[in-house]
């Protein structure tokens, strides 16, 4: 089945959480991690990227070009994974796609990369550098030509050998080193060729060469990479490069395969499901295919359908007391939820009609029966909830009160109740968080 996860998956992975109530549906390309909290990893966030992102310029048609935008405009289409390719040219870095120059150089680059953060300090950029062509004309290793770069603005760049927390890198670049070095999460003394590999603490998929007459495999292992993220460790980056090109008597053809392959991508991410599935590293970004994965993370205000009867947690009400049920999904704001991160791998999850009455454990109760009512929030016990991923995209929804429990939809029919329940594994316990 697409997107199955096996096994329970540790609830820290989901840690998608907001720190403060969005004041929108979806984010904005340009600052769509401003309201994730600082304490959630890099690695456990769905991340737009881009594979050889300043690939803007050919001289055969197909064979070099690998976006349709600038990084400025890759970086407000909400990309945050540049892939960068540079040749050591001169003690300098210029840019390019196996032999053919990109009419752009590093300083361009990184002049686009720190307008973009000085205008967003709450988002930051991860960066993939790496050697490319023959260099020309230097004097010294490329290790040191780019620390003459970072010289010049060291407060951009955030070094790390694991996985950092959002809130330690808000407004700067956190390098992949795929060069020989000691700076950064090093991509460069394991990375395998044209296969799925472990390098560090880095998962890839970079299968590039693909068949002629079909781009099945490639499409068969993106998604098994992402089905690894899905179940795989909080701190591993999953990069999956869902670029690659076919050859027909020697000449590289790339839109053959990133035409098909970003049209099934739209599909995959288009059933609104949310959960972590990595960094996404395409050709051709734009703004749409990046919303659909940004927005596949479990942040902001989301919908939660009942799996046994299709049917949306709906708020009964607007005041203290006011019932929780399910009802058929009609997109009314008592339908839609905050769910915001507390820590400690607890959740709230709030009515976004009121936006501070919470779905709370009425009376504190911790027996079969419980009802789910509204409450204004006060962040007690009561109104923290633990989300499991259980498979297929599904969550148990648990009580912080009762971690032996789960809220169950007392029926299938409209209005049916909402309370909790003993965790027995029944669709009428597990629960879908999608996109309203």
Not at 207 to 225: G, M, R
Not at 336 to 341: A, D, R, S
Not at 363 to 392: E, F, H, P, R
Request: glycine share 8%; aromatic share 14%.
């Amino acid at each position: 089945m697409r997107k199955n996860v096996s096994g329970l998956i540790s609830c820290a992975l989901f840690l998608l959480m907001l720190s403060s109530i969005p004041s929108s549906v979806f984010a904005a390309g340009n600052d769509w991690m401003s309201s994730i909290g600082d304490s959630i990893l890099l690695s456990q966030l769905s991340i737009p990227g881009t594979h050889d992102s300043g690939a803007l310029y050919e001289s055969v048609s197909g064979t070099a070009i690998c976006q349709d935008l600038t990084i400025a405009e890759q970086l407000n289409a909400g990309v945050r994974f540049l892939d960068i390719r540079c040749r050591h040219y001169g003690d300098s870095f210029v840019i390019h796609h196996g032999s053919v120059y990109q009419n752009l150089n590093f300083d361009d680059v990184l002049d686009a990369c720190s307008s973009f953060l000085s205008s967003n300090p709450d988002e930051c950029i991860i960066m993939s550098v790496k050697e490319e062509y023959d260099s020309y004309n230097i004097t010294q290793t490329f290790a040191e030509t780019f620390n003459d770069y970072v010289a010049q603005d060291s407060g951009l760049w955030y070094f790390t050998t694991t996985a950092p927390a959002l809130g330690a890198c808000r407004g700067k670049i956190v390098l992949v080193r795929r060069f020989s070095g000691s700076v950064g999460i090093n991509a460069y003394s394991s990375w395998s060729d044209n296969t799925t590999f472990t390098c560090g603490i880095l998962r890839v998929q970079d299968c590039y060469q693909v068949s002629y007459w079909t781009n099945d495999n490639k499409i068969a292992a993106i998604e098994s990479l992402f089905d690894e993220a899905l179940a795989g460790s909080s701190s591993m980056f999953y990069l999956n490069f869902t670029s690659g090109y076919r050859s027909f008597l020697g000449i590289p053809d790339i839109p053959g395969v990133a035409d098909e392959v970003n049209e099934w991508l739209e599909d995959y991410f288009g059933d609104d499901i949310c959960n972590r599935y990595g960094v996404v590293i395409m050709d051709f970004a734009n703004a749409t295919r990046c919303s659909l994965i940004y927005n596949s993370n479990i942040i902001g205000t989301k919908k939660i359908v009942n799996v046994s009867s299709g049917r949306a947690m709906d708020a009964y009400g607007n005041s203290n007391g006011s019932n929780v049920i399910i009802y058929d999904y009609w997109s009314n704001t008592n339908q839609k939820w905050l769910i915001n991160y507390l820590g400690s791998s607890c959740f709230s999850i709030r009515s976004a009609q009121s936006g501070n009455l919470s779905a709370d454990v009425w009376n504190w109760g911790t027996v079969n029966g419980t009802n789910i009512a509204l409450y204004s929030y006060w962040g007690g016990n009561s109104q923290k909830y633990l989300m499991q991923s259980v498979g297929d995209g599904y969550y148990r929804i648990t009580p912080y009160i009762a971690s032996a429990q789960c809220l169950d939809a007392y029926g299938t029919a409209n209005e049916s109740n909402v309370g909790t329940w003993s965790y027995w594994g029944g669709t009428n316990q597990q629960w879908i968080v999608q996109n309203p």
